[in-house]
């Protein structure tokens, strides 16, 4: 072995010593705070920290745990063996392993374990190698968006994941043209079935059907059925393969999938008799027993699962959060879409129920213990035969007995309860085994295909390496297996080395590596294990025990083979992962496989043919022979190495004979193509979320080769860094006069490194990259650091002590300051003690002068006080004597006075009387007077003095109406005059005809015609009056009325008054929000309808090139003469008539379609529009729908917001001023009753309120009229407006083109001049038609008015000759137009219906964009529509109809002919949408002619209405657009990442960590295209220049500008999210940076209204997350709050996959990741992580007419078109 050789060589020996002692050297002194890794029971690894520098020779090594414990840790004196060093912070947490700088098993578990629990990242690189942890939860990482980030993308540029494999593995099969093979291993429950259904989902996702075959979904199909029946329950895994299984993906030349095939390896077939506890047997007996209740499996007598022997050894018969009932209805649409009938379908399921009542068959034994018996009863054997169609009495004989055949005779042997009890066990086995070979072999039938073969992709799911406390044959297998694939995987490894250090042309030596070829010779070289096993399986006594006794002897010497001590029917197996101890019982019987021949028979002769074919001789070969044949028939493959010969070629086909031979066949072809590697991981055995168990997962890695990897890499260099990156990262370690050398980046990183590491074996320098041994990298990690660190203590330093001279400066200038306002304080306390002193003297002696004088006034009062009372008592006295004497004098007075007004009384009273009794008598009497004379006018005058301004108002009302009678009697006195003429002149006429004709009785007649209208004008005049009088009488009813509803209004006051205030209160509000909300609500269905309605565009334009794809098609195979092969379209399935594919019927009736087609002629397909049609009707409904939704929205809005509030409100003060107003009134009449001013009479309140009804009810009339005058002034205005309007617009529009005139040259403007000189005359003829036109209408009239007179005089003669004459008139007239028309070009072309080719070839098909750049832009919709117009004015429809189908099928072939060119794309898209504004603009609706001038009015379409055509050209308009779009997304697309996120905008700002293996690997090319920012918006510039030169409406140019800035931020966020080494504080400075710079070129290019800027917010919110803080709750608030167009889960990968540059910054930690997802908890967002960059905003295309007229257009003499004649 070439292998051997290298490892004994003796350089590869010297070159390990010499490493060694390099490493020793290292760890002569290990300093102080270096951390290290110590074992440890619990967690396998823990981290310490030494606390006092080791020198070599010292016995201990101080150490301090993590958790602040101390730890002296041995050191043994002979080995020397110091702990590992770990790696610096700054790469923990790495993408890929091989980044690390010190490559050891407790480096790879930490960085695993910080990524799985940290960052809930379940990928990770080891190299070639991606190594995948089971989450244990469903990871929302795996929909199409996520397919879509990985397509196309380099496997290191993005984060680990299965789709990256995937990719990795397509491309290199496209671009080196060799076949691929992605090998997904690990021990059960680790993941393995998932990630390969995922690699597969990506294949069929990336690498769609190139027909219509749905091949994807087939492939997809097989996996639900594959898990059913060889899938089930384990201890270690609820859906556990217990098989092995390699699928082939093929693909054509373009690389779209066209079949598959599946290789299946060692089913566990003990399965279906045995199960152990808390397992579960495989999934399809639940599922079926689940669905036992349908009426289509009445027949199976199914009971549940509990009741069948076979499921329910295991205990418990179900899964949580499984549905078998709801997984059984999969796996039967799965079998329906493989094309397996439902006839096969419940064959297969008779046969599987027929294994479950075989089960439970009830044996017993007989007395004498060597036979048993069945009874004849027996239900379930029943069941059994009839379920199998076998019969019942020869299937109970030959399940108790067996045949024993010798030379001469033949025995019937009984057997035994127990015997019987493992022939029928088996015979279960052998029929699942059988069916599970039948579905297998179908499933490939499925998915065979005709056509050839170019490549393939092979998903390898195979069992990892098992140990088990008791491990027998099946785990004997599964490690022979592993320990194949481990010998490949080295050896590959191995071979990327050398080709990666051969590439980059450095020195290398072999690398010593682990070789298991030993060990694999153990198993299956000549007298192996398995030959030994197979050996004694041809002997007729052979046991287990003989074979454990031949293993002894034979292999008891080999290191690779061992013996037990205390066992002697077990061996043990020194495998590459670990040393596993089998147990040989149980090895002969299930390496036989046997089934007694005579129950073979008896299915064999089953009356069903399915069940008869399964036992066919044919049949009997392993799967992997059956299978394995198909694929060798498409592939040719040679093994890397001669196959290990058998032993005895007269070998019966053993099981592990079998095996031998697939595991051969399988390793030829992984050996013929590019492995690619998947390791699962198990990271508990409690099937946990997101927890993980040191001591599995290392169990794990070590067995899964993964440590191998990284032991092969640390052999080598493992690090390695491109030149570009290493100096980006470490020039900090470079003088700046290094830097500043304008020399190769090359040459200056050598000159660093050879100044920093003396030793030059410890790096290499390769072509492009810089290779480094172990640890090297770390230790310029420490100089970096250190380099930092002691720019930062000088920076501080400098810093401190700056902070400190500016601290003195100010403490002097403060104590200064305070002694300044010490001293003056001092001072102003000394002055102030001065003048309080003087201020006390001063007040001491006003104080003692006003003390003496307050005595002084004290005394005075006193004592006039004393002669005030003395004096007051002696006038008292004498007051009180005077007092008493006037009392009486007055008592005296009245009491007289009484006496006489008592007889004075008595007299009056009797003469009042007298006088009341008179005075009544002549108060009634004038009371009659007065009640007359309040009834008459004169006193209503002076009623209404107090209202004379009302009546001097509407006495001035009713001049002016007066006056304006005055007008209308002279109108119509002046009317009658000339109407009394005009009879005169008549009656002259009259009389002369009458002196011709000589008839008085005409006259007669005519007079008594004109009596009798005289009557009837009596008669009018008459019924006027009656209706004046009508009119009058119902003027006072309603007098009435409104009186009595003037007591409703009254009583209704006050309600009305409250819902005033609250409709005041709420209206507004309600208004506004109802408004708002509806608003709101037809634009969101409008944009709605309008995406559903472009998406059917879309559908209906991928449809059409289907179509046209399958035309060519069916054209190639029709000229292809000879032998016919099947369409690629067409599966494989379509020969077999048992099976039919589900896309059959398309391809039948496509081709069908395609017949009628050719049949009919290629013109009428193309010309139909029948789904056009359709679409056009829906789309007309949707705009009446929307111009109904607007029309509502506008008037709610202008009518229901305002005009409602202040129309309540005018209202309320109306009522306000009338209540007001009655109210006054009332108490004016209750003062009137008393006395009226001016008046002596009394006046009745009725009358006056009458009054004043009255005098309101005039108000509101006159207001009424007043307001309709406002109006009309109003709309006076407005019409004023809009004249100044249009006339400004026409200035501008003057100004515009003098503006161009003067631009051009001077003969230009002279001819330009003329044009526009003859525009205006043509204009003024126009306007003088006009009213030449209206002057003829007058005269037509009074002829008609004539005419009416005439024929009551005329006869039939004269009528004859006036007929005559008006023919004449009229066809002189037309004469005279058509020669003026004649004259003046009307702007139509007039072209011949045989040059309509030639038209749409010169004018669409061949026009290129350069030979009409410098006309007017769109002159090809221009001249379309002047061929169109001349067209309906010559009223000839198929001309019309013709030409524009032509001419959308001439601009939909241009398109599909330049389908990937811009300029060609924007400029048709421009010419469509032109030509739909112009059929728009002249269609003659008066929406669309608003803007048009009267030129323009004359070119309109006079007899057709192509508002169909419209809608066709929308539809077209939409699609050019769309494709537009993706031209320019296809451009943009690879340079976003580039350009975006990786290009260095802000020099110097990022650092580059350190890279792993991923970033060297072979999808990439040396020279990767580098995209900046300003490539990016250099193509922006030209994709806007572009659509504005050639003359596209600034609305769509925007509309694009949008779309294409909504793929950047999308594609760059996707990026951002998916990529661990772009998401740094650094990045989003330059992210942040290069979107200003986008927002910039906005606003240049005046786009700032288009809303592109908007479209970046979710990605320059993923900028600011980068760049703020992260570490409190507050700023955990502050993020939730910024982060507004961000989802949760964007939020949270961003802050998981945040990752320091450098180690001065700090890890975002889980604690504020969950602060964070618990802030963000009431979001009600959808589960969103990437954004979908292929959706597309819908398209508007508003209506944009032209100001140019069609006469003023030029075609130039390049396009050809000398054929159109100017009419």
């Known amino acids: 072995m070439a292998w051997s050789v290298w490892r004994d060589a003796s350089a590869a020996l010297t070159k390990i010593a ?161 076949n691929q093979s992605i090998i997904v291993s690990g021990e059960s429950g680790a993941g393995k079935t998932v990630s390969a259904k995922y690699a597969m989902r990506y294949f069929a996702s990336v690498g769609g059907s190139s027909s219509e075959t749905n091949i994807e979904e087939k492939v997809l199909a097989s996996s639900p059925i594959m898990e059913a029946i060889g899938n089930a329950k384990t201890t270690r895994n609820d859906n556990s393969s217990r098989f092995g299984k390699y699928i082939q993906i093929g693909f054509d030349k373009r690389y779209h999938i066209i079949g598959a095939n599946m290789r299946t390896y060692l089913l566990e077939k003990s399965r279906v008799v045995f199960q152990a506890d808390d397992e579960r047997n495989y999934h399809i007996f639940y599922q079926l027993c689940a669905s036992a209740s349908l009426p289509e499996f009445k027949e199976l007598s199914l009971m549940s699962a509990e009741n069948f022997l076979y499921t329910c050894l295991g205990g418990d018969t179900s899964i949580e959060g499984v549905d078998d009932a709801d997984d059984f209805e999969k796996t039967r649409h799965a079998f329906t879409l493989l094309g397996v009938k439902d006839s096969h379908q419940l064959a297969i399921f008779k046969i599987l129920a027929a294994i479950l009542h075989l089960g439970n068959v009830d044996l017993q034994s007989e007395r004498d213990g060597e036979s048993s018996s069945i009874s004849k009863q027996d239900e379930h054997l029943h069941n059994f035969c009839r379920l199998l169609g076998v019969e019942h009495s020869q299937m109970e004989h030959w399940l108790c007995h067996r045949k024993l055949v010798t030379t001469s005779e033949t025995y019937i042997k009984n057997m035994s309860v127990q015997q019987v009890v493992n022939a029928r066990n088996a015979l279960a086995k052998h029929i699942y085994a059988q069916l599970f070979n039948w579905i297998v072999q179908h499933i490939n039938k499925a998915l065979h295909t005709t056509v050839k073969q170019h490549s393939f992709i092979g998903v390898l799911d195979i069992y990892g390496f098992e140990t088990f406390e008791v491990n027998s044959f099946e785990q004997f297998c599964i490690n022979y297996a592993n320990e194949k694939l481990q010998q490949q995987f080295n050896s590959h490894v191995f071979k990327l080395e050398q080709e990666e250090y051969m590439k980059e042309q450095i020195p290398w030596t072999l690398i010593d590596f682990y070789d298991n070829q030993p060990c694999i010779d153990l198993i299956e070289a000549k007298l192996g294990i398995l030959d030994l096993l197979d050996e004694e399986c041809k002997v007729p006594k052979g046991t287990d025990q003989n074979w454990a006794q031949k293993l002894y002897d034979r292999h008891g010497s080999s290191q690779h083979f061992q013996k037990p001590r205390m066992s002697n029917i077990s061996f043990i197996v020194v495998h590459f992962a670990d040393k596993v101890e089998y147990q040989c019982d149980g090895f002969l019987e299930k390496n036989r496989d046997t089934v007694h021949e005579e129950q073979i028979n008896i299915l064999k002769a089953s009356k069903y043919p399915m069940v008869a074919d399964l036992f066919h001789d044919g049949k009997d070969s392993a799967p992997a022979a059956a299978t394995g044949k198909g694929a060798s028939s498409k592939i040719s493959i040679r093994s890397a190495r001669p196959p290990v010969k058998a032993a005895n070629k007269e070998h019966k086909k053993t099981v592990g004979h079998q095996f031998r031979n697939s595991l051969h066949l399988l390793m030829e072809t992984l050996n013929a193509t590019t492995p690619h590697y998947v390791r699962c991981i198990k990271p508990n055995d409690e099937k946990l979320p997101f927890s993980f168990d040191p001591k599995r997962a290392v169990q794990q890695l070590r067995a899964c080769g993964v440590l191998e990897t990284i032991r092969i890499s640390a052999a080598g260099y493992p690090s390695r860094w ?356 509806e608003n709101l609500l037809t634009k969101k269905e409008l944009e709605e309808e309008r995406v559903r309605y472009q998406n059917l565009v879309q559908e209906y334009s991928r449809l059409e090139q289907r179509y046209d794809n399958l035309r060519d098609e069916m054209a190639i195979i029709k000229q292809t003469p000879g032998h016919r092969r099947n369409p690629s379209n067409q599966s494989s399935l379509e020969s077999d008539s048992n099976y039919p594919s589900i896309s059959t019927s398309e391809v039948g009736d496509t081709e069908d379609a395609i017949q ?32 109904k939704l607007q029309s509502q929205l506008e008037k709610r809005e202008n009518e229901s917001k305002k005009p409602q509030v202040i129309e309540m409100k005018n209202e309320m003060d109306l009522d306000r001023d009338t209540d007001l107003a009655y109210n006054s009134l009332k108490e004016s009449n209750s003062n009137m009753q008393t006395s009226w001013p001016n008046s002596d009479k009394h006046v009745d309140p009725e009358d006056a309120i009458e009054a004043y009804h009255g005098v309101c009810q005039t108000n509101r009339l006159l207001e009424a009229q007043l307001q309709d005058q406002r109006k009309e002034h109003e709309e006076e205005v407005e019409t004023l407006k809009e004249q100044m309007g249009t006339l400004r617009e026409e200035m501008e529009k003057q100004q515009e083109v003098f503006f161009q005139t003067l631009q051009l040259s001077p003969e230009a403007q002279v001819e330009f001049g003329i044009q526009q000189e003859i525009m205006r005359l043509t204009s003024e003829n126009l306007d003088l038609k006009e009213l030449l036109e209206k002057l003829k209408k007058n005269e037509s009239k009074l002829k008609k008015q004539l005419k009416i007179y005439m024929k009551k005089v005329q006869d039939y003669e004269a009528d004859q000759v006036v007929v005559q004459t008006e023919k004449r ?137 192509l508002t169909e055509y419209r809608q066709i050209l929308s539809d077209l308009s939409i699609q050019i657009y769309q494709q537009l779009i993706k031209i320019a997304e296809g451009v943009l697309q690879p340079m976003i990442v580039t350009a975006v996120l990786e290009n260095e905008s802000i020099q110097g700002l990022s650092g580059v960590k350190p890279m792993g293996y991923r970033k060297r690997t072979s999808s990439m090319g040396d020279n990767d295209n580098f995209y900046t920012l300003e490539a990016i918006t250099r193509q922006l510039n030209t994709f806007h220049s572009v659509m504005y030169d050639q003359g596209l409406d600034p609305e769509i140019i925007q509309q694009a500008v949008k779309q294409l800035f909504y793929m950047i931020n999308a594609v760059a966020l996707n990026n951002l999210l998916l ?136 075609i130039p003499a390049s396009l050809g078109l000398e054929f159109l004649n100017r009419v």
């Open 722 to 1077: 491109t030149y570009h990156d290493f100096f980006n990262r470490y020039r900090i370690l470079m003088k700046k006069k290094d830097t500043s050398k304008k020399e190769d980046r090359k040459v200056i990183c050598k000159m660093l490194l050879e100044s920093l590491i003396k030793d030059p074996d410890k790096f290499q320098f390769g072509r492009t990259k810089i290779f480094f041994r172990a640890g090297q990298v770390a230790y310029l990690e420490k100089l970096r650091a250190d380099k930092f660190r002691a720019a930062t203590i000088m920076i501080q330093k400098t810093v401190r002590g700056w902070l400190q001279k500016a601290k003195y400066r100010k403490m002097k200038k403060a104590a200064l300051e305070i002694q300044r306002y010490t001293r003056g304080h001092l001072a102003r306390r000394l002055a102030d003690r001065l003048r309080k002193t003087r201020a006390a003297i001063v007040l001491q002696k006003q104080y003692r002068m006003l003390r003496i004088r307050r005595a002084y006034q004290a005394i005075h009062r006193a004592a006039i006080t004393i002669q005030a009372f003395t004096r007051g008592m002696f006038v008292r006295k004498t007051y009180r004597k005077m007092l008493m004497e006037h009392k009486a004098t007055i008592i005296q007075k009245h009491a007289r006075a009484w006496l006489t007004r008592r007889h004075f009384v008595r007299f009056r009273s009797a003469a009042v009387v007298i006088q009341c009794y008179f005075r009544r008598m002549k108060a009634k009497q004038e009371l009659k007077a007065l009640k007359i004379e309040a009834r008459s006018a004169e006193h209503l005058k002076r009623l209404n003095i107090g209202m004379e301004n009302k009546v001097v108002q509407l006495q001035r009302k009713i001049d002016e109406q007066n006056k304006e009678y005055k007008l209308l009697n002279e109108q119509f006195s002046t009317a009658a005059t000339s109407h009394s003429t005009e009879i005169e002149k008549l009656k002259k006429e009259l009389q002369r005809y009458q002196r011709k004709k000589g008839d008085a009785n005409q006259l007669a007649s005519l007079q008594e015609e004109i009596d009798s209208l005289r009557l009837a004008l009596e008669k009018a005049h008459g019924e006027r009056k009656i209706v004046e009088d009508t009119y009058t009488k119902e003027k006072d009813v309603l007098r009435k009325r409104i009186t009595d509803l003037e007591e409703e209004n009254a009583l209704l006051k006050q309600e009305k008054e409250e819902l005033n205030n609250k409709i005041l209160c709420q209206s507004e509000d309600e208004f506004a929000q109802n408004a708002a909300e």
């Open 1156 to 1187: 009628q087609v050719e049949e009919v002629g290629m013109e009428k397909a193309a010309m139909d529009m029948t789904l056009f049609l359709k679409l056009q009707k829906r789309v007309r409904e949707l705009e009446q729908e929307r111009k």
């Open 1369 to 1505: 008139q009229h066809e002189l007239n037309r004469q005279v137009t058509v020669q003026r028309k004649e004259k003046d070009f009307q702007g139509m072309l007039e072209y011949c219906k045989e040059d309509e080719p030639l038209l749409v070839k010169n004018l669409i098909t061949d026009l290129k964009p350069q030979m009409v750049s410098a006309t007017v832009p769109c002159l090809p919709a221009y001249i379309l529509y002047m061929c169109i117009r001349h067209a309906d004015y010559s009223n000839d429809d198929h001309k019309v109809h013709s030409l524009l189908t032509s001419t959308i099928n001439g601009i939909k072939k241009v398109l599909k002919k330049h389908h990937d060119d811009f300029e060609m794309t924007s400029f048709w898209l421009a010419n469509t949408c032109r030509l739909l504004h112009c059929l728009k603009q002249y269609s003659g609706d008066t929406g669309f002619m608003t803007q048009n001038t009267v030129k323009q009015n004359e070119h309109c379409l006079k007899n057709f209405d």
């Open 1619 to 1754: 990529r661990k080494d772009v998401c740094s504080w650094s990045t989003g400075m330059q992210v942040r940076f290069n979107i200003s710079q986008l927002e910039e070129w906005l606003r240049g290019k005046n786009l700032q209204q288009s809303g592109a800027a908007k479209t970046m917010e979710p990605l320059i919110q993923a900028a600011q997350l980068l760049q703020l803080k992260k570490k409190t709750s507050e700023d955990a608030e502050a993020i939730c709050s910024l982060c507004t167009a961000l989802t949760t889960q964007q939020i949270v990968k961003i802050l998981n996959l945040y990752t320091p540059v450098n180690e001065f910054e700090e890890r975002v930690t889980v604690a504020f990741i969950r602060n964070i997802q618990a802030n963000l908890q009431e979001r009600n967002e959808p589960p969103q992580l990437l954004l979908d960059f292929k959706f597309m905003f819908p398209v508007l295309f508003p209506f944009n007419p032209s100001s140019l007229t069609m006469d003023s257009i030029h």
């Open 18 to 178: 010499s490493m060694h002692k390099i490493i020793r050297r290292l760890r002569k002194g290990v300093k102080k705070y270096t951390r290290v890794w110590i074992p440890d029971q619990e967690e396998v690894w823990k981290s310490a920290e030494i606390i006092k520098d080791y020198k070599e020779g010292d016995k201990t090594l101080h150490l301090k745990l993590e958790d602040e414990t101390i730890l002296a840790y041995p050191i043994d004196a002979k080995a020397n063996k110091l702990p590992f060093l770990r790696n610096p912070d700054i790469l923990v947490g790495e993408n890929d392993l091989t980044a690390l700088s010190y490559l050891h098993e407790p480096a790879v578990l930490h960085n695993l374990k910080v990524r799985f629990l940290e960052s809930n990242h379940i990928y990770t690189y080891c190299g070639i190698v991606l190594v995948a942890i089971n989450p244990y939860e469903q990871l929302p990482i795996y929909g199409q968006d996520v397919i879509y980030a990985y397509s196309g993308q380099n496997m290191g540029d993005m984060d680990p994941h299965i789709f990256a494999v995937a990719e990795e593995a397509y491309k290199q099969m496209a671009r080196d043209e060799k």
